[in-house]
């Protein structure tokens, strides 16, 4: 004779069931499983910060626990209704039933090693990501429910501010924030605010902005024209291209580079849009927007080196770049890759990043070779990035070799120098 349950675990099958019977009484009603947040940024120049307060409305407890994985040296002064625990670089939020508010204030101005900042606000302008003021988080909810988020940008007067996520819907500056992959959302992305310049076109189903504080040296139409040349090429590598773009530039003292975030992307203003060399940062960062891939730990390389060779590939296919060129091109990030240590990185630069371009474009020729043509490296893209946002060593030959029918020179350890 076997024992029965013991009181315990009928007890959590107990809860089970009432959860899921609640919820299907829920759905049977049509009852709205849906929460509402409302992130308010108030941009402050003088002490180079922002208050952010985090609104929740819920008809019932539908959110029940948000842990933020925040920076201490960024965020602070966490208060708010309900039950706010602060631990290390921990924050979490029990907030009560009917929802409330979460408040603290994060700095904006942020220098990288080199000098430059990824991240500014000036008396005239600021330039920021979303995401930092606004940490990640894991939420705990009632099965079932989703949120709907709103954004608001309270600026000094005479200030404007573009986001990724649309114009004002209503007449309190209210933007909302369509992320529906999303239980939680975030509003994450690059954002720009103060007296700006902007310039918007239509490009296909894409709205692409590009804006910039005055008096930069913010070349509005070249990005424009640049980007409306070529995204035509990068969405039939990538049709999920997002439905808005937006582009922020802005000159010294910000970093000289450039950096992709969801549906945005920051480019400084002295970056040329093609370097001598044929490569070209604003087409690499517009791989990334439309990826949407980070690497697993040691397969960073693989992110960037197929960006920077899309970056190349794009401009060959839309005519920018002369066959010739391109493989001037290719013959000198093979040169640089060349100067690669082996082994995995966690940040892929420079000569890893050219050695993955490289491995890219040779995966690419061998694929066509034993397909006769039908498959290449577009197929694989396709393929990655579409049941997880992170992609691995193992994803890529998978993906690459499920085509081939068989293992792949080109993706070998003593090819790759990797492993």
């Known amino acids: 004779?076997?024992?029965?349950?013991?009181?315990?675990?009928?007890?959590?099958?107990?809860?089970?069931?009432?959860?899921?019977?609640l919820l299907a009484a829920a759905l049977a009603h049509g009852e709205d499983l849906r929460y509402e947040l409302d992130y308010r940024f108030r941009l402050d120049p003088d002490a180079e910060q922002a208050a952010v307060t985090i609104t929740l409305r819920q008809p019932r407890n539908l959110l029940r626990i948000v842990r933020f994985r925040h920076k201490p040296e960024w965020h602070s002064g966490f208060d708010g209704d309900g039950e706010v625990a602060v631990e290390a670089d921990t924050v979490t939020w029990r907030p009560p039933a009917s929802g409330g508010q979460l408040r603290y204030r994060s700095r904006i101005s942020h220098q990288r090693r080199n000098g430059g900042f990824d991240s500014m606000i000036t008396r005239d302008w600021a330039l920021f990501r979303g995401d930092d003021l606004?940490?990640?988080?894991?939420?705990?909810?009632?099965?079932?429910?989703?949120?709907?988020?709103?954004?608001?940008?309270?600026?000094?007067?005479?200030?404007?501010?573009?986001?990724?996520?649309?114009?004002?819907v209503d007449k309190d500056r209210w933007i909302a924030i369509e992320r529906t992959e999303r239980g939680f959302i975030r509003p994450v992305g690059?954002?720009?605010?103060?007296?700006?310049?902007?310039?918007?076109?239509?490009v296909g189903a894409t709205r692409v902005v590009v804006a910039g504080p005055l008096q930069q040296g913010v070349r509005r139409m070249d990005i424009l024209a640049f980007v409306?040349?070529?995204?035509?090429?990068?969405s039939r590598v990538f049709p999920h291209f997002p439905r808005r773009l937006l582009i922020v530039s802005a000159?010294?003292?910000?970093?000289?580079?450039?950096?992709?975030?969801?549906?945005?992307?920051?480019?400084?203003?002295?970056?040329?849009?093609?370097?001598?060399?044929?490569?070209?940062?604003?087409?690499?960062?517009?791989?990334?927007?439309?990826?949407?891939?980070?690497?697993?730990?040691?397969?960073?390389?693989?992110?960037?080196?197929?960006?920077?060779?899309?970056?190349?590939?794009?401009?060959?296919?839309?005519?920018t770049l002369s066959q010739r060129r391109f493989d001037l091109a290719m013959s000198s990030l093979t040169r640089w890759g060349d100067d690669a240590e082996p082994g995995p990185v966690d940040r892929s630069r420079g000569p890893v990043t050219a050695r993955g371009a490289r491995i890219m474009y040779e995966l690419d020729k061998e694929l066509r070779a034993r397909t006769?043509?039908?498959?290449?490296?577009?197929?694989?893209?396709?393929?990655?990035?579409?049941?997880?946002?992170?992609?691995?060593?193992?994803?890529?030959?998978?993906?690459?070799?499920s085509l081939a029918g068989v293992p792949l020179e080109s993706l070998q350890p003593e090819r790759i120098g990797i492993e």
């Not at 004779?1 to 019977?21: E, Q, T, Y």
């Not at 894991?138 to 200030?159: F, H, V």
């Not at 690059?190 to 239509?202: H, K, N, P």
């Open 190 to 202: 690059w954002i720009v605010a103060g007296r700006i310049g902007t310039r918007w076109d239509d």
């Open 228 to 234: 409306r040349w070529h995204l035509p090429e990068l």
């Open 251 to 319: 000159a010294d003292p910000m970093w000289r580079g450039g950096l992709s975030g969801p549906q945005s992307l920051y480019l400084h203003a002295d970056r040329p849009l093609i370097s001598a060399n044929g490569t070209s940062t604003l087409l690499h960062e517009l791989v990334h927007v439309a990826q949407g891939l980070r690497g697993t730990p040691g397969a960073d390389w693989i992110v960037e080196g197929m960006a920077e060779y899309y970056s190349l590939e794009i401009m060959r296919r839309a005519g």
């Open 372 to 401: 006769g043509g039908r498959s290449g490296l577009d197929e694989v893209a396709a393929t990655l990035g579409s049941d997880d946002s992170r992609v691995s060593l193992d994803q890529l030959r998978g993906a690459a070799e």
């Open 134 to 168: 606004v940490p990640p988080a894991r939420a705990t909810t009632l099965k079932g429910a989703r949120s709907r988020a709103r954004i608001r940008i309270d600026a000094p007067p005479g200030w404007s501010s573009v986001t990724p996520f649309g114009r004002d």
């Open 1 to 21: 004779m076997h024992p029965g349950p013991s009181r315990r675990v009928c007890n959590i099958l107990g809860k089970v069931l009432a959860g899921a019977v």
